[in-house]
C-alpha cells in the first residue's frame, strides 16, 4: 500500500515507505514500481514546484529582520523557512560558517529538513578531506593527494566511509566528492593536491573506492568538476579557464577518471567552469568586457548532453558548480546563466542567487521567474524539466532521503557525537597521512633528527597555524619520551624577507625545520641558477624558505624542507639536503589540528613513523625547465636511503 499526501503547494507526493520496506537500498521490481510512482509524482507537480526542484542555493550568512549584519547561519529561523517553502526548494548547500559543532549542525539540519517536509532536501557540502574541509568537528583527513601517495586502495575507501559516516550522522546526504580531476597543470592555482594523481588511472582507481566508501554509507557521491579542471592555469573562482587540447587528448586523459565512474554507479555529477572548444566552440559576449568567450562546460548543451548523457551514458543528477564564480557571475548574466545552464541538460543550479536575508529574496525571486518563464515558453523544454525532477526524485528515493526520519533529535545528536571526528576514525586519517610522507632527499642520512635534550629547535612555516602544528605535534613527541625534551622557536614568515634577525635564530638553533607553501613556482632564474639577490617580500613564498636554506647550509645547521601544499614546490630547493612532501598546509587552530598532514611529517622527520609515500606526479624542474627534477613514482625509504619499489 502506497500512502499519498496531499502537499498543500499541490505536490502529489508518494511516501514510498512500503514498497521498500524502510530500505533505502531495495532493489528489483519493488523498486521499479517505486520508480513508476516517481513518474505520477511529478505529473502532478506544478511548474513552481519543479523548477524549485532544480534550485539549490546556499544561505551560508543570515541577516534576520532587525539585526545589524549578516552573520553564520547556523540556527533556524521562520524567515529561511519562508523561502524553503515558497521557492519549493529542492536542497541547500551547507559551508563551514553551517557546520560550527556537532549538535548544532543536526539541529540545522533537522530545521531545514522541517520547512520542506513535502518533498525533504538536498542537504549537501563539500567535504573532500584534505584541504577542502567544511566540518569544524569533523574528522579531516590528509586529503586526495596524500591517498595518491599512500597508493593504497583501501585507504581512499576508508576515506570516503568516514565521511560519509560523519555526514550521515550530522543529517547531511550529499557530499560533493570526490574531485576526479587529472591534476596535470603543476600551475593548476585551484586543484593539486584536490586531485589524486597526474595519472588518470589511479586517480580512477582510488575515485572508485572513494565513491564506494561514501555511497556504501548511503551518502550521495559527486564526482567533479567534469569533464576536467586538472589541466587549467586559471582558477575558475576568479576568471574563465580554457583547455585547448583536442578530443582524443581529453578522452584519453581528463576524461577517463569521470567514465570509470559512471560505470562503477556514481550518483551525481559536478560541472566545470571551464571552456573546451574541442567539444563545444560557441561563442558568446562576454558581460563583463564585451570581449568574445566560448561557452563554458556548465552552460554546454554539446558538453553536458551529448558529451555526458549521450555518449558516456551517464543518467543520474548533474549539478553546476557554483553559479557565483567570477567564471560564470562576470560574463554571464544571473538569470542567464541559470537558464543556459538548464537549457544545457543539468539537473540542479548550485548557488544560482546570493540570499542572505529577507531583503534579498529578490535575487532568488528574479531567477526562479526566468527559469519559470523560461520553460512556460517553451525554451527549456518542459519534458527536459520532467526528466530532471524524476532523476532529483529517483535519487531521493535511491538514498532513503523520501523516507521520513522519525528518529528524536536527542537521538540523533547522540549518536552524531559518538560518529563525528572519534577515536577511531582520526587513528585512521593518521595512519592514512603517515603513509603518504614522500622522502625526496635524504642525503647524509640527515633524517631523522635526533636531538640530545635541551637541543634547541627552530620552526619557519608561513603561517601562525602552521607553525603551532609543527611545534605543538614535537611537543607531544617528547611528552611521550619518543624524543629528547627540547626547546623550540618558531616563526611565521607570510610577507616578510629573511633578516639579520631570523639569521640570529638559525645561529642559535641546532635543528631547522622550514615549511614552503608556493602555489605556483615562478622564482627569478638567471644561467639555470635561482637568483638569491632578490629579496622583496612580495616574493617571500620562495626567497624566504630559500635564504633559510643557504643560511642554515652554511652554518652547518640540520635542515629539513617540508613541502606543505603542492609536492612541486620542492623543485624550488635542489640545494637542501632533506626534503619531503606532506600534502596538506592546514595547522593547529582553535583547539584542534585542521589536518594531520603536518604532525604526520613531524613525526617522520623525527623517526617516529616510517614514510612510504612515492610521488603521484612528476615534479618538473624550476632551473631546467624542460626536465623532470623527480618522477613520478620516487620516493625514498627513510633507513636505507634507496628508492621505495611499488
Not at 5 to 34: D, H, Q, R, W, Y
Not at 193 to 219: A, H
Not at 520 to 526: G, H, I, L, Y
Amino acid at each position: 500500500m502506497i500512502k499519498r499526501i496531499c502537499a498543500p503547494a499541490g505536490i502529489a507526493l508518494f511516501f514510498v515507505l512500503s514498497i521498500l520496506g524502510g530500505n533505502a537500498t531495495a532493489k528489483g521490481s519493488e523498486n521499479e514500481k517505486s520508480l513508476s510512482d516517481i513518474q505520477e509524482i511529478v505529473e502532478n507537480m506544478t511548474i513552481d514546484e519543479k523548477v524549485g526542484q532544480m534550485l539549490m542555493p546556499d544561505f551560508r550568512n543570515w541577516q534576520k529582520q532587525g539585526e545589524a549584519k549578516a552573520t553564520g547561519f547556523i540556527e533556524m529561523n521562520s524567515e529561511v523557512a519562508s523561502i524553503i517553502k515558497k521557492y519549493h526548494l529542492g536542497g541547500v548547500i551547507l559551508f563551514a560558517e553551517n557546520v560550527v559543532d556537532t549538535e548544532q549542525t543536526v539541529r540545522l539540519t533537522d530545521g531545514l529538513q522541517m520547512a520542506s517536509q513535502d518533498l525533504p532536501l538536498f542537504i549537501t557540502i563539500d567535504q573532500e578531506g584534505g584541504i577542502v574541509t567544511r566540518l569544524q568537528t569533523g574528522t579531516n583527513l590528509p586529503g586526495n593527494m596524500a591517498l595518491g601517495a599512500a597508493r593504497n586502495e583501501s585507504y581512499a575507501y576508508q576515506s570516503g566511509e568516514i565521511i560519509g559516516k560523519e555526514l550521515s550522522s550530522l543529517g547531511i546526504n550529499v557530499n560533493f566528492g570526490p574531485s576526479v580531476d587529472v591534476n596535470n597543470n603543476p600551475g593548476n592555482p585551484v586543484i593539486g593536491v584536490r586531485s589524486f594523481s597526474s595519472d588518470p588511472e589511479l586517480v580512477s582507481k582510488l575515485g572508485i573506492q572513494t565513491i564506494k566508501g561514501l555511497q556504501n554509507q548511503n551518502m550521495i557521491a559527486t564526482t567533479k568538476h567534469f569533464p576536467g579542471h586538472g589541466d587549467t592555469a586559471v582558477d575558475s573562482h576568479y576568471g574563465l579557464p580554457l583547455v585547448s587540447h583536442d578530443k582524443e587528448r581529453l578522452r584519453s586523459i581528463e576524461l577517463v577518471p569521470f567514465q570509470r565512474a559512471i560505470d562503477a554507479g556514481v550518483d551525481m555529477m559536478m560541472t566545470a567552469h571551464v571552456q573546451f572548444p574541442a567539444f563545444d566552440d560557441t561563442k558568446y559576449i562576454s558581460k563583463k568586457d564585451g570581449q568574445e568567450i566560448m561557452v563554458p562546460a556548465t552552460l554546454s548543451q554539446k558538453v553536458i548532453t551529448d558529451l555526458l548523457r549521450k555518449e558516456m551514458g551517464f543518467d543520474g543528477v548533474v549539478v553546476t558548480d557554483a553559479l557565483n564564480m567570477k567564471a560564470i557571475a562576470d560574463n554571464f548574466g544571473q538569470e542567464e546563466a541559470v537558464v543556459l545552464a538548464m537549457k544545457s541538460g543539468v539537473d540542479i543550479a548550485l548557488m544560482p542567487a546570493q540570499v542572505n536575508s529577507l531583503q534579498m529574496e529578490k535575487n532568488i525571486t528574479t531567477v526562479f521567474n526566468a527559469v519559470k518563464a523560461a520553460v512556460e515558453s517553451g525554451e527549456i523544454p518542459l519534458g527536459q524539466v520532467n526528466q530532471s525532477v524524476t532523476r532529483i526524485l529517483e535519487l531521493k528515493v535511491k538514498r532513503g532521503i523520501l523516507n521520513p526520519d522519525d528518529t528524536p533529535i536527542d537521538k540523533k545528536i547522540e549518536t552524531a557525537l559518538k560518529v563525528v571526528g572519534n577515536e577511531d576514525h582520526l587513528k585512521k586519517e593518521r595512519k592514512i597521512a603517515e603513509e603518504a610522507i614522500t622522502l625526496l632527499k635524504n642525503e647524509d642520512k640527515t633524517l631523522p633528527f635526533k636531538p640530545k635534550k635541551n637541543d634547541k629547535v627552530l620552526i619557519l612555516a608561513p603561517f601562525d597555524d602552521q607553525v603551532e602544528s609543527m611545534s605543538r605535534s614535537i611537543g607531544e613527541l617528547a611528552d611521550k619520551k619518543k624524543i629528547k625534551k627540547v626547546q623550540i622557536t618558531g616563526m611565521s614568515f607570510s610577507g616578510k624577507s629573511f633578516s639579520d634577525q631570523v639569521a640570529r635564530l638559525i645561529d642559535e638553533s641546532d635543528f631547522v625545520i622550514t615549511g614552503s607553501y608556493i602555489v605556483k613556482n615562478d622564482p627569478a632564474v638567471n644561467d639555470g641558477v635561482i637568483d638569491d639577490s632578490i629579496q622583496d617580500s612580495s616574493k617571500w613564498a620562495t626567497a624566504f624558505p630559500r635564504a633559510v636554506m643557504n643560511h642554515a647550509k652554511k652554518k652547518d645547521k640540520e635542515f629539513v624542507l617540508m613541502s606543505l601544499r603542492n609536492p612541486y614546490d620542492v623543485a624550488n630547493f635542489e640545494e637542501a639536503k632533506a626534503v619531503l612532501a606532506v600534502y596538506g598546509f592546514k595547522g593547529y587552530s582553535n583547539g584542534r589540528y585542521r589536518q594531520p598532514n603536518i604532525p604526520a611529517g613531524i613525526s617522520t622527520i623525527f623517526g617516529e613513523s616510517r614514510p612510504k609515500g612515492t610521488l603521484p606526479v612528476d615534479i618538473p624542474s624550476v632551473t631546467k625547465p624542460n626536465e623532470i627534477l623527480y618522477k613520478f613514482g620516487y620516493g625514498l625509504d627513510i633507513k636505507s636511503g634507496r628508492p621505495i619499489k611499488k
